[in-house]
């Protein structure tokens, strides 16, 4: 190959990497998590790097090969943060609309001409999946009875077909029954108010679908109206507030005393003490000023959707001790203790976000498992110092150190997200030493563009600068681990998470306990986390087939940092091996699996 033919084959490489960057720039400014004052931090960057004022101490932080990419990504870093801004007021104001009509006491839904279910409010979801006269089936709204369902289907496209100029003469009511026709005894009847959609987006873009909105009342759905604020904005008793929130939720004056424990007469005479109080004469009118009122603007008692985390109920920690020692080279390796004293050892190694905390915080039941838990702070997390030459065999032989100073024949190894591929390299390194090990969640190193295939884009951003900008980078995730320590709730509530994580997340003592390991870990010491960010972008330092240990891996198959078919094909190189693929969960499936992960590893 000619000199001239490998210049243009390393300057078409050049121009993929540029274009690849280019694309994950963009893919950031619609990722809802990544912070647009981070992104105007990088471009602030950037443009330090073109400005001749700029301090050398910045320009001699990059390369001269950084810098020239830096000059092509620049315009389009400003772009994207200009996209950024808009996507997120864009996106505040419709977070906004969808909250109100998650609290609106009606339920409201949008359908498409064909009766295709668009969206709907909670009220209307609750409806849906109560109701025993309306469904959905394959998208599609029904009616249970045919004629009424063929009435509604008119009514929907007419509306959805309605111009926003003459939708007031378009309208429709109808009242969807029961096959039995039992409408006072089974609650089941549903009352539907068609309308075109009031925002119609035709109106802008001329090949969008036409749609109609369906208000919906039922008495099927509780109302969840707050009787202390009818006592407080109507100057009711107790007892009239009672009676006036079930009286609006669509129940009879016969049902409110049978609900009650009252006389049908004693209903009637709190009744009556309540008109004189709200100023009104009829019951309907009741009905419509509690309706209308702040009572029916609470936020729900939703139903307990969190993950059973039993042995979370509260937080039982206690750290059996805490301490450190100096290894061969004068660094300072600090580690904590929790579980049985005596039990059997098993050390567990964090993730990016972790630190000697990072654990299931219920010590009973570490210790009910007969277990010694041993986690030490990786170098540049914590109290441990960080090495900046260090990579993944480096560490094994700190760990080797902790485990001999210690006086531990053979360990078992745990580790989460990025822990878990030090685990491995431990494993092949020092075989001897270890029984067996888990790997939870692991995050393996990335090597090409295709296996940032199914990552949120703010960790694309991260990782691709590692491997193509490392200096550039550095400083960048340096601004992102001190931005997430200065507002740690605001940096885990904009984590990309599953809807499984969510679900945990939204026990407020995980989410604690979660921002003290990160607070612990990365605020005094934020070497660590840029360390593994970096070192994610390089090869993976050993062949993990030549790993002889037994290797428990558990991943979900909804875990968005780590992709199940990346560590796949991991799993399928590794000899001896145990799968747990679990279905639907995410990153955090340690907390929920701890015990299950514990026993494994020890039995």
Known sequence: ???????????????????????????????PHFWPDLLESIAGLFEASQNNNTEQETLNKLEKHEVQRLATLLPHMYKALKLKRNYNETDHTRGQAQAILDIFPIGVMLVNANGKLISANQQASDTLKNSRVLFVKDEILYAIKSEQDKQLKKFISTAANTSIN????????????????????????????????????????????????????????????????????????????????????????????????????????????????????????????????????????????????????????????????????????????????KGKPVIHLHGILGCRYERLPDDELTTQLGVRLIIPDRPGYGLSNYAPDHGYLEFADDLLELINYLKIDTVSLMGHSVGAIYASAFAYKYPKRVQRIAMISSTPPFSTFADFTGIPASLKLLIAF????????????????????????????????????????????????????????????????????????????????????????????????????????I???????????IEAAGHFLIYEYWQDIIKSLIN
């Open 466 to 569: 590692s491997k193509y900008l490392p200096s550039a980078a550095q400083m960048i995730t340096e601004i992102a681990i001190k931005n997430a320590c200065n507002n740690p709730k605001k940096f885990i509530a904009n984590i990309p998470i599953s809807e499984y994580d969510r679900r945990l997340f939204a026990q407020p003592l995980l989410t604690e306990h979660i921002e003290t390991c990160l607070l612990a870990g990365s605020k005094d010491n934020h070497f660590g986390f840029v360390h593994d960010i970096l070192l994610s972008a390089k090869p993976w330092p050993f062949p993990v087939s030549d790993i002889q240990t037994t290797i428990d891996f558990w991943h979900g198959t909804n875990d968005l940092h780590s992709p199940y078919s990346r560590i796949k094909a």
């Open 1 to 31: 190959m000619s000199s001239d033919d490998e210049s243009n084959n390393e300057q078409n490489t050049l121009e993929i990497i540029d274009s690849e960057l280019i694309g994950i720039v963009y893919e950031v400014a619609f990722d």
């Open 166 to 341: 003459d939708n007031a003469d378009h309208l429709s009511f109808i009242k969807v029954e029961s096959k039995e026709g039992d409408i006072d005894n089974d609650n089941s009847a549903i009352s539907l108010l068609i309308s075109p959609d009031p925002y119609p987006s035709i109106e802008y873009d001329k090949q969008a679908d036409n749609y109609a909105a369906i208000f919906i009342a039922s008495t099927s759905v509780k109302q969840n109206i707050s009787k202390t604020t009818l006592q407080t904005v109507f100057n009711l008793t107790p007892a009239e507030a009672k009676l006036a929130a079930l009286l609006a939720s669509g129940n009879s004056l016969s049902q409110v005393a049978d609900l009650s424990n009252i006389s049908k007469n004693t209903a009637k005479v709190q009744l009556k003490s309540i008109f004189l109080k709200m100023n009104i004469s009829r019951q309907a009118d009741l009905i419509k000023k509690v309706l209308t009122s702040p009572a029916v603007f609470n936020p729900k008692d939703n139903a307990n959707n969190n993950i059973d985390l039993k042995s979370r109920t509260r937080i039982k920690s206690k750290i059996n001790n805490e301490a450190g020692l100096t290894l061969k080279d004068g660094r300072h390796l600090h580690y904590a203790e929790f579980g049985e004293p």
């Open 571 to 581: 799993i399928d190189r590794i000899p001896n091996k145990k799968i747990k693929k």
